[in-house]
């Protein structure tokens, strides 16, 4: 069974960098499928980030791309989110997902953790 | 604001069908996803592609698509299918992934 958990910091100050790191259980990131995030602010909808293939290839959302970075660490089966200059805007709860890019799915999902911003 | 457009609430009596819809101009070449969440939990996937359910998934529940609206069809609802529904497909670029706004849906 494919398992994911988030982890990193539940506050982060506004201005500095928001970090989380997925790990994956149950599968293996190098053997295929894109890995993403998606967040939801607090009673709001959901929201794609982007997505990583093992590769390294990645997809990003367009209104986010210049803050954010996703990378990928085959070696400990993770991958990870990187979004800087964080606002009140950015508090919500992250999900870690793995995407079926091809089909057009996210298929397994994390718990999510909440991520406030606040000074 | 979201490039699908999805009706904030609709309600359904028990044991009726209930349809929800997304509208978008990706839809006309894309098939959108479908996602169940409750309260405090993660999204679940509940219909992708053509109308394909995952396992573990009632077959009450049903997709289809007619030009720029895709639809995800309750046929019987239960108390359990009480919950927010998400649709997510590419957008008009085809290179970005969105959701739509979320239906929540009543079951009375």
């Known amino acids: 069974q494919v398992q994911l958990q988030e982890s990193g910091p539940g506050l982060v100050k506004p201005s500095e960098t928001l970090s989380l790191t997925c790990a994956v259980s149950?599968?293996?990131?190098?053997?295929?499928?894109?890995w993403g995030w998606i967040r939801q602010p607090p009673g709001k909808g959901l929201e794609w980030i982007g997505s990583?293939?093992?590769?390294?290839?990645?997809y990003y959302n367009p209104s986010l791309k210049s803050r954010v970075t996703i990378s990928v660490d085959t070696s400990k089966n993770q991958f990870s989110l990187k979004l800087s200059s964080v606002t009140a805007a950015d508090t919500a709860v992250y999900y870690c997902?793995?995407?079926?890019?091809?089909?057009?799915?996210?298929?397994?999902w994390g718990q999510g953790t909440l991520v406030t911003v606040s000074s | 604001s979201s490039e699908l457009t999805q009706d904030p609430a609709v309600s359904v009596a028990l044991g009726q069908t209930v349809r929800i819809t997304c509208q978008g101009d990706?839809?006309?070449?894309?098939?959108a996803s479908w996602y169940q969440q409750k309260p405090g939990q993660a999204p679940v996937l509940v219909i992708y592609?053509?109308?394909n359910r995952p396992s573990g998934i009632p077959d009450r529940f049903s997709g289809s698509s007619s030009g720029n609206t895709a639809s995800l069809t309750i046929t019987g609802a239960q108390a359990e299918d009480e919950a927010d529904y998400y649709c997510?497909?590419?957008?008009?670029?085809?290179?970005?992934?969105?959701f739509g706004g979320g239906t929540k849906l009543t079951v009375l």
């Open positions: 149950g599968y293996s990131i190098s053997s295929g499928y894109y």
């Open positions: 997510n497909s590419r957008d008009s670029s085809g290179n970005a992934w969105v």
């Open positions: 990706s839809l006309r070449s894309y098939y």
């Open positions: 990583i293939y093992h590769s390294g290839s990645t």
């Open positions: 997902a793995r995407w079926d890019m091809g089909v057009g799915l996210f298929d397994y």
């Open positions: 592609g053509k109308n």
